[in-house]
Every structure is written in structure tokens, then in C-alpha cells.
């Protein structure tokens, strides 16, 4: 109850804990710090002034302080009392320095069990402790005694007796020094050994603070890669979505090869085509020839006058059909150059799709399939009935009005506009390129509008 009041006084007089540790006895240093004329006891009730030596093998901080301690104390933490030590002038200083400290009798022990002081440093490690003393009053024991001159001539005879002895322990006192030097050398090792070992300790902090940094980005990893494994089953989900795509697309893709089989037909059925009238226009120049022949001998005969002009009329009129045949012609020609270009692109994107990635063939199988042409020309093909000759032509003249789709035959006295409209009603027009396509080929018109999404 004494020590616990004791340290609640000196707490209200400093207003601050010492610093302490659990660092046991073996690894303090007890000399670095030498205490002087320190008494056997120490009369209760009043002040008792410590006397302590600082070594040049300690540097003295701030927070170092001197406690008093119960004989037997363990750790630091166990001081009956303290007392701060004051710096000396030159905290740096390689000689040793002189000190003293003053405590209050009210803060003192009040029991005569052993006590002694320490220097404690601002890290709670031990630095230097005196011899033990007691705290209790002056007894008979310790009176001088004057005695008898008998007993000083016995006194002087034990004396020289002690003197001898005393000669002989300075010898030993020398060689105690010597051996001091030598401990003071092993002490400064030791302090080498102290300070690399703090510096290990300090090493050893870092090494904590960057191990629980990794753990934390281990961990932060560990978050991560779990990440990635959601967004890897997110991505092989893309992938057998992106599969099944490919095969539907590869389906479509099929059909679009077939059709351009289809279209590769049609060509050739157009180039025949074309050719017949190249061979039907070579009839029909050299029947033109003819008839110039046989209309310049009808003007050598005045006879033949209304027939000559009933001819002219029949020339004129076949050069109205020549002209129209003629345009048919070019119009045809025009249609095959540009199914030949649709089908080598074909080709080309055909032998792309199948080198690139399935992404790539997505994409190609996105670009617009050329539609079918509906039914050769729009309003059917003029050389078809032709004759072998311009009389047998210009009597197949009304075939110009049969639809094209169903064959259907209309008057020469129809409207153009009923006629066109007529063969309109057969064909469905994009209302994105107004390209158009034959109502029996539905699902190639639906194909070609979903091509336009995919763009």
C-alpha cells in the first residue's frame, strides 16, 4: 500500500509514467552507470541525495530516469519510487560526468527492508544499480568507541597487519583493473553486439511490415483471381453463345453458298442468253441490209410507190424495235457484268471465312448477300420470241406486255403504269437499299433484311 501511494505521488509531481519494460536482468547493463557514496542505511524522514557517474559507454536521453527498488525486484516495472535524470551539459561527452538526484523523505520507503538505486534508460533498460541499503535509524552498533592505550597498540599492531593486507589488495586491486580494462573492452564489443543486435531488431520490424504488405496483397491477389475466374466463366458462357452462333451462321452460310450456286447458274443462263441475241441482232442487221437493198430497187420502180412507202413506214418501225431490242441488249450486258463481280466477291469472302477466327466469320457472314435478280429483266426478256426475221419480229411485238412472273399476256392499249404495277405486286422491295426480290423467295429477302441488322 506504501509503494502503490509512493508511485501516485510521484505521478502527480511528474505527471508521467517512467518507462518500463519486461527485459529480464541478464540483458541489462549494470556498468554504464556507476553509483557513488552510497550509505549503508538512510535515517527515515528525510531527503536522500543519490550520486551516480554516467560512463562514456551510455549516452543519457530525455526520459532516462533513477528509481529506488526492493531487493529481488525481477523487471523494471516493480520501482518503489523515481526520480527523472537531469542531462548534463555535454550529452555527447567522451569522459565520464558526475550527476546527482534528490529524493523527497515523503516519498521514500518507511520499512527497513533492503533497497538500491537504478538507472533506468527512455527504453526501460537497466544502465547501472548501486549496492543495497536500508532505511532505519542510527543504532549502538554504529557508535565509535574510544578505547584503552592497550588496545591502541593492539589496534596499531592489527593495522599494520591490515596495512600489509592492504598492500597486497592493491596489488590485486591493479590486476582487478587490468582485468576491468579488459571487460571494458569486451563490454564495448558487447555494445556492438547490443547495437547490431537493435539494428537486426529494427531490420526485423521492417521485415514484419513488408511481410503483412505482401499478405495483404496475397490477399488482395487471392480477391482478384477469384475475379478473374468469374469473369473466365463469363467469358467461356461468351464462347459457347459465340459457338452457337458460328454453327447457325455456318448453316446460313450454306444456304448462301447454295444460292449462289443458283446465281452462278443464272449467269450462265443470262450469258447464253446473251449470246442468242448477239446472234439474233446479227439476223436481224443483215435482214435490215436486205431490206435497204430491196427498198432502193422498189424506188427504181415507180410501180412499187405505195409499197415503197408502206415499206419505209415498216423500216421505221423496225428501227423502233432495233433500238428498243438494242437498249434490252446493253441492259442485259450490264446485268451479267454485274452478277460476274457479285459472284467472284462471293468467292473471295467465301475463301476469307474460312481462313479467319469464328469472330471473323461472324463478321464476314454479316456483309449483305447479294439478292437474286428477279427473274431476269424487269418487265421480261424482248428477244425471247423473236423471229428469224423482221416480219415475224414486229409480229411478236405485243409478248413486250406478257408479266414476266406469272406469264400473264396484256393488251397493247393497257397503261404502262396498270402493267408495271401489275408486275410490282410479284416482287418485295428493302426499305433500306430498295433492292427487290421475288415473293416466292421470302426467306431471301428475310435474310437479306437481317443481314442490314448485323451491319
Given at each position: ?76 516495472r516493480e520501482y ?136 495483404k496483397e496475397n ?96 423500216l421505221e418501225e ?138
Open positions: 500500500m506504501g509503494a502503490e501511494l509512493s508511485k501516485t505521488s510521484t505521478m502527480d509531481e511528474t505527471a508521467d509514467e517512467p518507462p518500463t519494460s519486461a527485459v529480464l536482468l541478464d540483458n541489462c547493463h549494470f556498468s554504464q552507470v556507476i553509483f557513488n557514496n552510497v550509505e549503508k542505511f538512510y535515517v527515515p524522514g528525510g531527503d536522500v541525495t543519490c550520486y551516480y557517474t554516467l560512463t562514456q559507454n551510455i549516452i543519457p536521453r530525455g526520459k532516462d530516469w533513477v528509481g529506488i527498488f526492493r531487493v529481488g525486484w525481477k523487471t523494471t518503489y519510487t523515481f526520480m527523472w535524470a537531469p542531462l548534463p551539459d555535454d550529452v555527447h561527452s567522451d569522459t565520464t560526468v558526475q550527476q546527482q538526484i534528490q529524493f523527497k523523505a515523503y516519498y521514500l520507503p518507511k520499512d527497513d527492508e533492503y533497497y538500491q538505486f537504478c538507472y533506468i534508460d527512455q527504453d526501460g533498460v537497466v544502465r547501472g544499480a548501486s549496492v543495497p541499503f536500508q532505511f532505519r535509524a542510527e543504532t549502538e552498533d554504529d557508535i565509535l568507541v574510544v578505547t584503552t592505550q592497550g588496545e591502541v597498540e593492539e589496534i596499531e599492531l592489527q593495522n599494520k597487519n591490515l596495512h600489509k593486507e592492504n598492500e597486497e589488495l592493491k596489488a590485486s586491486c591493479a590486476s582487478l583493473q587490468q582485468q576491468n580494462i579488459d571487460l571494458q573492452e569486451d563490454l564495448k564489443k558487447t555494445q556492438e553486439l547490443q547495437n547490431s543486435l537493435e539494428s537486426l531488431r529494427s531490420n526485423t520490424e521492417t521485415l514484419e511490415l513488408e511481410l503483412n504488405a505482401l499478405k490477399k488482395r491477389l487471392k480477391e482478384l483471381d477469384d475475379c478473374r475466374e468469374a469473369e473466365l466463366h463469363q467469358l467461356k458462357e461468351q464462347i459457347q453463345n459465340v459457338t452457337s452462333d458460328k454453327e447457325r451462321l455456318e448453316t446460313r452460310l450454306k444456304t448462301a453458298l447454295d444460292h449462289m450456286d443458283q446465281l452462278q447458274s443464272q449467269v450462265l443462263n443470262y450469258e447464253k442468253e446473251v449470246e442468242n441475241l448477239s446472234h439474233i441482232d446479227h439476223d436481224k442487221t443483215e435482214q435490215l441490209e436486205s431490206l435497204k437493198e430491196e427498198n432502193r430497187q422498189l424506188r427504181m420502180t415507180r410501180t412499187q410507190q405505195q409499197q415503197n412507202r408502206d415499206l419505209m413506214k415498216e423496225q428501227k423502233r424495235l432495233f433500238q428498243i431490242l438494242q437498249a434490252k441488249k446493253n441492259e442485259a450486258d450490264e446485268e451479267n457484268q454485274k452478277l460476274r463481280k457479285e459472284n467472284d466477291g462471293l468467292l473471295r469472302h467465301l475463301s476469307q471465312a474460312r481462313e479467319f477466327s469464328p469472330f471473323s466469320v461472324v463478321s464476314q457472314a454479316q456483309a449483305p448477300i447479294p439478292a437474286p435478280e428477279v427473274g431476269g429483266l424487269l418487265f421480261g426478256n424482248p428477244y425471247c420470241a423473236a423471229g428469224t426475221n423482221l416480219g415475224a419480229a414486229a409480229a411478236d411485238i405485243p409478248s413486250i406486255r406478257k408479266c414476266p412472273m406469272c406469264d400473264e399476256v396484256f393488251p397493247e392499249d393497257i397503261e404502262t403504269s396498270q402493267y408495271e404495277a401489275h408486275v410490282q405486286s410479284h416482287l418485295l422491295e428493302c426499305p433500306l437499299c430498295s433492292e427487290t426480290f421475288e415473293k416466292s423467295n421470302k426467306q431471301v429477302f428475310e435474310d437479306h433484311i437481317f443481314c442490314h441488322g448485323l451491319e
